[in-house]
């Protein structure tokens, strides 16, 4: 009959914003660190190229010193240390690999390194062992002095990259603590902000039950995704009340329904148990037949119901002729008092359950025999896309303003509970029941007679 909240209550409890905080800001943290060590990788090896290009041009500044130095094709013997790096030791060097000329602690040395013919790389010589430590930076370059062509080699075993490693060291030992802390913290605070409405949302959802569904969740007021959540919880609580409400009036007035024919029935038996030699027995079982027939009508009305709260209506459906169907429900009509014309194009049919259908059709028909003066009509028409079926009856008529309410469940607009008309009111809202689970409508105007006219249009 309705939707049960007991599982969204249930969501609502167990999804607690601060495992959410949790959470968040442990991926957070995590993001964080990586995009931090990220970043620390690719400054360590920007700045370990950089440390490189300087020591580099360093060495080639130092070469062209010596190149300076040098009187004509002589150079000073010892060559003049570099004023940028202490460290850089340097040789000049003939075609043929000669040493003309060295620093003080490469003096009287063979060729430390050597630069092959085209190539820029120098290559290091037996020599370097035992003077020049293993890992050292070195530049070649190619030059003429004083018109002689010459080699100038300049190394160093500067500690430049070793300042950048333990430098990138600390970094990593102290800034990335301290900044995942100071991220997890940003992050935990900005998230308990934002989640400080999902907490108050989560607190009012657990006060409300089923038994109330008035309350509503505290709506921020923001355009976010926060916001939309509560608009659309709010949303849902209505319609949980809405459908409540009608499933409480729903039973309401069934067991009103089913509390009179049973209360008439009791209450004849019991008079004529009270007097079983005088009491009218067959009057009695007659009246106990009608009421039972009105009992069984109403459990059949209300199974149909619940057949189409759970979506079970229009199931097993085949081709169905409308002419044989409204020509079948005119005649099993009790009416003699009225005139029932049926008017349907051959080969007038559409595809739907055939009970249903019939059940849809009847209960229009009944409720026009019901009210009509003189005269019933039932027309059928339609196009490629359609079928349309209009019940006409010279009745009083619906006000507009009923037209729709007349579909609820247990509405009659006499609002009399004495059962003259032999109405329930649920006719009309099982048609609209079942003309909503095949797809089509039925729309209430008024009749060229002055009564109702009922118009049902089905898909083909």
């Not at 013997?77 to 940028?84: A, D, E, G, N, T």
């Not at 040493?99 to 010589?125: E, I, K, N, Y």
């Not at 020049?132 to 002689?148: D, I, M, N, Y």
Request: proline share 6%; net charge neutral.
């Amino acid at each position: 009959m309705t939707e049960h909240p007991r599982g969204w209550y249930r969501l609502a409890r167990t999804a607690h914003p601060r495992s959410v905080r949790t959470r968040v800001t442990f991926l957070a943290g995590i993001a964080l660190t990586a995009a931090v060590m990220l970043g620390l990788v690719v400054m360590y090896l920007l700045q370990v190229d950089q440390a490189k290009r300087t020591i580099a041009d360093q060495l080639r500044t130092y070469a062209v010193q010596i190149e300076q130095s040098a009187t004509g094709p002589i150079f000073p013997r010892p060559l003049p240390p570099s004023v940028l790096d202490a460290q850089a030791q340097a040789q000049v060097l003939a075609p043929d690999g000669t040493v003309l000329a060295a620093t003080r602690d490469l003096d009287g040395r063979s060729a430390v390194f050597s630069l092959p013919p085209g190539s820029t790389a120098p290559v290091r010589q037996e020599a370097a062992d035992g003077i020049l430590p293993a890992e050292v930076s070195v530049v070649g370059e190619r030059t003429t002095v004083g018109g002689r062509p010459v080699t100038v080699v300049t190394v160093t075993s500067t500690n430049q990259r070793d300042q950048v490693d333990e430098t990138f060291a600390r970094l990593l030992v102290i800034g990335v603590p301290a900044t995942l802390l100071l991220a997890c913290g940003t992050v935990w605070w900005v998230v308990g902000r934002a989640l400080r409405p999902v907490e108050q949302i989560r607190r009012t959802v657990t006060a409300i039950t089923a038994a109330d569904l008035s309350q509503r969740v505290p709506e921020p007021g923001t355009d976010d995704e926060i916001g939309h959540l509560a608009r659309t919880m709010n949303h849902m609580l209505a319609r949980l009340d809405d459908s409540a409400a009608r499933q409480r009036r729903f039973v309401a007035d069934a067991s009103h329904e089913l509390r009179s024919p049973l209360t008439a029935i009791r209450t004849g038996l019991e008079v004529g148990l009270a007097h079983p030699a005088r009491a009218p027995w067959p009057d009695i079982a007659t009246r106990a037949v009608r009421q039972t027939g009105r009992l069984e009508e109403l459990i059949s009305q209300l199974l149909t119901l619940a057949r189409a709260d759970v979506g079970q209506l229009a199931a097993g459906q085949e081709t169905v002729d409308l002419g044989a169907l409204l020509a079948e429900i005119r005649a099993t009509t009790t009416a003699p008092h009225l005139r029932i014309d049926v008017s349907v194009p051959p080969d007038t049919s559409v595809t739907g359950n055939p009970e249903d259908l019939a059940r849809l059709f009847r209960n229009l028909v009944d409720n026009a025999v019901r009210h009509a003066g003189s005269r019933v009509s039932l027309t059928a028409g339609g196009d490629a896309g359609s079928v349309r079926v209009e019940i006409s009856d010279d009745g009083p008529g619906i006000p507009a303003k009923e037209r729709e309410r007349v579909f609820d469940r247990f509405v009659r607009l006499d609002a009399s509970r004495g059962r003259t008309s032999g109405s329930t009111g649920l006719g009309l809202a099982i048609a609209k029941e079942i003309a909503t689970a095949h797809g089509a409508t039925i729309v209430l105007t008024e009749a060229n007679t002055g009564g109702v006219r009922a118009v049902v249009t089905l898909p083909r």
